[in-house]
């Protein structure tokens, strides 16, 4: 099937649109359509995820893409102007799809709310800004929010640019402003485009024919009636209806599956009908999620409360059900008939009894929504010829009440764990039940009723017994066994109680208000500290101010360097007009290519058959480990397998076809036969007991760790694990190879980190030098380690496609493809053993850690031996020993990740301090500030350090933060409520920066002078989002004294800059800043006797000058790196040339009875690490989570919602370009703070339940951790299984 978005970019030419899930799950490919709506006979603007539309299913429809709304060669649309300027971009993929998101909401609410705005962006994922910034500039369009009515008074924080006013006569040189709202062009909304006159002239006067669409394998059929509807679907019983393809449309990419007939009901008005009658709601099967939420709103306003609980609660499913996108495509009767197992709204419909009303060519007819139905039995089912027209919803009555509750990874745009629709009429004015229902999504193959339990409850007061007992019942009826699909049964057997222990306290709290009219009959009374059960967390825009140093009011004000600039991209990625790799334009004969991997985790190939996929259509080749003519990789990595897999996932061969469709039917068509061989494994602890590693043990000691154990008061072990971590990156892994007709020589487009380890793989997998293959980069959407050594994989197999075909090839992975090929961070296994005295401090301390490597070596050694140096973070330990090892394993090989190690390991040391201040009574920040490094000392690796800057940071997150008023308001929150905690933390932290070895730090720059003046400047560095082409030059500008508008980058290449380091390790604008420093000041020395000679001319005239007296203008600038080694024999080195220091402070507060929790301030991609982000593995080793549907990374609404960011003030370093920081990677390790709170917030909730701590860390902290570990008389009450007696769901591999 045709989608919008999958094949039409390349070929009308509008690439600004993005495609990074193909699964509705991300809004990068987020467009506008506009539609007259022939019921209320106005034009509806929505958003959609372009990935999932049919194109048919557009007749009569305008699509606005990114495009549509400006350009930076017209005009701008404000939308993109402050997106860019509020500096809302980094590397710009996710941009056309939030600008989109933000001109759809314009389009429909001129001045939006802030609420709004966070609706409309929450289907829209970003991993790089961290989404403030994107907040910050969506917020520009809206009314004044409530949230601080001092703003533009004088007296608001914003206003004065800190915390406090004291702070403002302090900081005179520090700024908050990113940017000037002021210089924005206005909104005007009279320049938009119109709908089109003839679409309009067409919707006034519909086409009453049927409209069919013929493609290769399906055939659409529109018809204009419902009659012609209802006599297609007799004819075509087996074809399914289309409305949103939200789920028919992911079912048929990820399984394949293949509907010859679609009908689509568009455009039959019946079914978008909505009647309102004295008894209910009856909503047409064909409105949107977003118009039901909209009708629904409207009853809830219009109607008594009393009449309106059904509703309320399927309102509250609808706003955090998938992101707006989703909502706006998918249909009522699309989510009714799909019956998913996770629905948040058939629970609820099941309870409020609503009905399906179904029409055929017989006549109509009504089902009830409920259990049978859900469960597909064909008595309760619709006929095959049927299809649903409506859903009638009734009101509820006095006495009635109606709750929704549902648990997710995340606050919103996830999938629920479990959800639940709860209803309970009482005998008027008394406690009895009447009726019950109790209906549960999560928790089987579809939704289940607990009626047995219901009814067994019937006649029963509404008390503490009936609670009691009710759970009792729920656990025996509503069960999960061990191994269910989706896994954590545990936690969802806990919710299943939990949910109605909330909803026990929601109805004595309305009972409570009715008694006031009624005081007939008493209730059970609820106590304070129990009433914070009942609050949802609600979702709140971000607020926060960055604080930096302002440049001095002497710096001369064409000089860039110190202020907020934008990037020089931003306006280009908010129009769509910035291309990335898959976005240059088919190049003649362009192949297509699409990798074969192992369903094996440790198996030997016994056959590979080709035979089928090569006789399909359009198959041109298929390229094996025989087709390479130099090297197959490394002897223990190869590029393509042969004979032996290592994981699933490893790639064994790739299909060359003429359309990518092609050859993705052709993958299904090979047939691999395998011996599986033995052993497999998967987990660290197997690892261990097999003695598998990928490289020896490192190790640093330092004092008499033995004789310090003995001399310590008290003694404590514990163990912590943190799962991987998935790059998700927007942009999944893609290149371009072209073959040229002379000398062999191929150019490469390639989305990399390390254009020069792609150009050296592909000359030795070619067999030809390295002279003859040119890499370019233009712009990299996201890498974070990711890309590192991954591109140069996919490179040589697409150039070794491209040099057997003739052909040039592109190679664009899916998103399931590249998270399951790629590899991330490396889970993490440590074991520790602290020493240290009753007053806190600490005298010894032994880790021992070890990290799932996967199936190949990779950057597991670096990885290891980073995590060792990094170990002791901030605090000074006399007696040390840190041990680290490198598990080989059956997985795909895990990879360099934003700070190589550091946030997992140091996870380790500072959950020893947590485990020594809940040892001696004391509170975790007083053992940190007790071991901290207090003066000039060396490290571990006796590195010469000062902790002056470390501790200047402490002080200052103290401060600011406000941090020891903020720990009492804690504890006393925490006092007057059970069930939420809240808790707060604060971490150090000292990052190096850099690699361990100086030929890692050597950079080069081109920089040529035009004879016009234009300046171009070339580098090393790889533009990944993080701005390094604008700080190169920012540098240039500085240094030939110059406006940033003369110059220009236009790409990475290896032709110009060669033997390039990977731009990695947080240094990448460091070292390339002081090669192009370097080449500038080459160029203005040689400038200097014209300049001198004529100080009064202009710099054209310089040029022009030079150019006449033949000086040479263009210079290659180069730096031949810092001093850095590390001698692992001695222990003892200079491996890094500085240290970034920070501290982060984190508030949350945790729902103890769903594991929820609510972030204050953190690092966003960290806060995933540590809270969301997990990984899924089978028992088999294949990765579930494969797709934003399964793997969570933070989003709009996760953002903390206060965020504070300070940089700290005259923090300089002579070694580094003025002043700059690398500051990539250290942020990371901070979201830990995140962590912390968490773990602060369970440890209150723990002691107040006298539960033992023990010293088992496990990352991230998930809400079934979180729950799990607030254990209480539910998590009491549920079944444990034995797990001898079962083959789990999924295994942990940390
Ligand atoms: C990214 C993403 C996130 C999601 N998140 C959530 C979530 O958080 N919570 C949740 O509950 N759901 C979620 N969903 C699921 C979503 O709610 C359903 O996919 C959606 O409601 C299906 O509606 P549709 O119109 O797209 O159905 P379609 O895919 O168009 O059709 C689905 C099925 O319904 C049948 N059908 C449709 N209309 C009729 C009719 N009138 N008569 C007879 N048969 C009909 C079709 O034949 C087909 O078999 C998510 C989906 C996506 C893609
Ligand atoms: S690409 Fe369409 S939503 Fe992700
Ligand atoms: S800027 Fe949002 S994903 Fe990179």
Known sequence: MWHLFLDHPLLVRLTGTKYACGRGGCGACTVMVSKHDPVSAKIRHFSITACLVPICSLYGAAVTTVEGIGSINTRLHPVQERIARSHGTQCGFCTPGMVMSMY??????????????????????????????????????????????????????????????????????????????????????????????????????????????????????????????????????????????TSLGPAMKSQGRVHPILLSPARISELSMVFKTSDGLTIGAGCSLAQVKDILAEQVSELPEEKTQTYRALLKHLKSLAGQQIRNMASLGGHVISRHCYSDLN?????????????????????????????????????????????????????????????????????????????????????????????????????????????????????????????????????????????????????????????????????????????????????????????????????????????????????????????LSGLKHATGEAIFCDDIPMVDRELFMVLVTSTKAHAKIISIDLSEALELPGVVDVITAEDIPGTNGAKDDKLLAVDEVLCVGQIICAVVAETDVQAKRAIEKIKITYKDLEPIIFTINDAIKHNSFLCPEKKLEQGNIEEAFEKVDQIVEGEVHVGGQEHFY??????????????????????????????????????????????????????????????AVFGAIAAVGAIKTGRPIRLVLDREDDMLITGGRHPLFGKYKVGFMNNGRIKALDIECFINGGCTLDDSEQVTEFLILKLENAYKIRNLRFRGRACMTNLPSNTAFRGFGFPQGTLITESCITAVAAKCGLLPEEIREKNMYKTVDKTIYKQAFSPETLIRCWNECLDKSSFHSRRMQVEEFNKKNYWKKKGIAIIPMKFSVGFAATSYHQAAALVHIYTDGSVLVTHGGNELGQGIHTKMLQVASRELKLPMSYMHVCETSTATVPNTIATAASIGSDVNGKAVQNACQILLKRLEPII??????????????????????????????????????????????????????????????????????????????????????????????????????????????????????????????????????????????????????????????????DFIVKSPATPEQVRMACADRFTEMIPRDDPKTFKPWSIPIA
């Not at 493609?215 to 509807?229: A, F, H, M, N, Q």
């Not at 989305?751 to 997998?765: E, G, I, M, N």
């Not at 067999?767 to 980069?777: A, E, G, Y």
């Not at 903390?1200 to 690398?1222: D, H, W």
């Open 104 to 245: 759809t909401l314009l389009r429909n609410h001129l001045q939006p709310s802030e609420e709004q705005l966070m609706e409309a962006l929450g289907g829209n994922l970003c991993r790089c800004t961290g989404y403030r910034p994107i907040l910050a500039s969506g917020r520009t369009f809206c009314v004044e929010s409530a949230g601080c009515q001092k703003k533009r008074t004088g007296k608001c924080c914003l206003d004065l640019g800190g915390n406090d006013s004291s702070s403002l006569n302090r900081e005179s040189d520090i700024c908050t402003d990113l940017f000037v709202e002021e210089e924005f062009q206005p909104l005007d909304p009279t320049q938009e485009l119109i709908f089109p006159p003839e679409l309009l002239r067409m919707a006034k006067n519909p086409e009453k024919q049927t409209l069919t669409f013929h493609g290769e394998r399906v055939t659409w059929i529109s018809p204009g009636t419902l009659k012609d509807l209802l006599e297609l679907k007799a004819k075509h019983p087996e074809a399914p209806l289309i409305l949103g393809n």
């Open 347 to 567: 629970p609820i419909l099941v309870v409020g009894n609503a009905t399906l009303n179904l029409i055929s060519e017989e006549g109509t007819r009504q089902i009830p929504l409920n259990d049978h139905f859900l469960a597909g039995l064909a008595s309760a089912d619709l006929k095959p010829e049927e299809i649903l027209e409506s859903v009638y919803i009734p009101h509820s009555q006095k006495w009635e009440f109606v709750s929704a509750f549902r648990q997710a990874q995340c606050q919103q745009n996830a999938l629920a764990d479990v959800s639940a629709g709860m209803r309970v009429i009482l005998e008027e004015a008394t406690d009895t039940i009447k009726e019950l229902s109790l209906s549960y999504g999560g928790v089987g193959e579809a939704t289940i009723g607990a009626h047995k339990s219901c009814q067994q409850l019937i006649g029963r007061p509404w008390n503490e017994p009936m609670l009691e007992e009710a759970c009792r019942l729920l656990l025996e009826e509503v069960s999960l066994p061990g191994w269910a699909p989706g896994g954590r049964v545990e936690f969802k057997r806990t919710l299943v109680v939990s949910f109605f222990f909330k909803f026990y306290l929601e109805v004595l709290q309305e009972l409570k208000k009715l008694v006031k009219v009624s005081d007939s009959h008493h209730y059970p009374e609820i106590s304070d500290r129990f009433l914070s059960a009942l609050e949802d967390f609600p979702v709140t825009g971000p607020r926060g101010v960055q604080r930096y140093q302002s440049v001095d009011s002497h710096q001369s004000l064409q000089d860039p360097v110190g202020r907020p600039i934008m990037h």
């Open 730 to 791: 927007m942009e999944t892994q893609r290149v371009i190879v072209i073959p040229k007709a002379e000398d062999k020589e191929l150019d490469i487009y390639v989305s990399t980190q390390d254009p020069a380890h792609v150009q050296k793989t592909v000359s030795s997998t070619l067999n030809i030098p390295i002279n003859r293959i040119t890499c370019h980069v233009k712009r990299v959407g996201g890498g974070f380690g990711g890309k590192v050594g991954r591109p």
């Open 1092 to 1253: 001198k000679k004529n100080p009064g001319g202009t710099w054209e005239d310089w040029i022009e000058a030079a150019f006449e007296q033949r000086i040479s203008l263009s210079a290659t600038g180069y730096f031949r790196g810092y001093k850095a080694y590390m001698d692992w024999e001695k222990g003892e080195g200079d491996p890094f040339p500085y240290y970034v220091y920070g501290a982060a402070c984190s508030e949350v507060e945790i729902d103890c009875l769903t594991g929820a929790h609510k972030v204050e301030g953190s690092f966003i991609q960290g806060m995933g690490l540590y809270t969301t982000e997990e990984l899924k593995y089978s028992p088999e080793g294949v990765l579930y989570s494969r797709g934003p549907d399964e793997y969570k990374i933070p989003t709009i609404t996760d953002v903390p919602e206060e965020f504070n960011v300070s940089l700290l003030p005259s923090s300089q370093t002579p070694l580094t370009i003025y002043s700059s920081k690398g500051l990539g990677e250290s942020g990371m390790f901070l979201g830990s703070s995140v962590f912390f709170a968490i773990t602060d917030a369970v440890a209150a909730a723990c002691k107040e339940r006298d539960i033992v701590e």
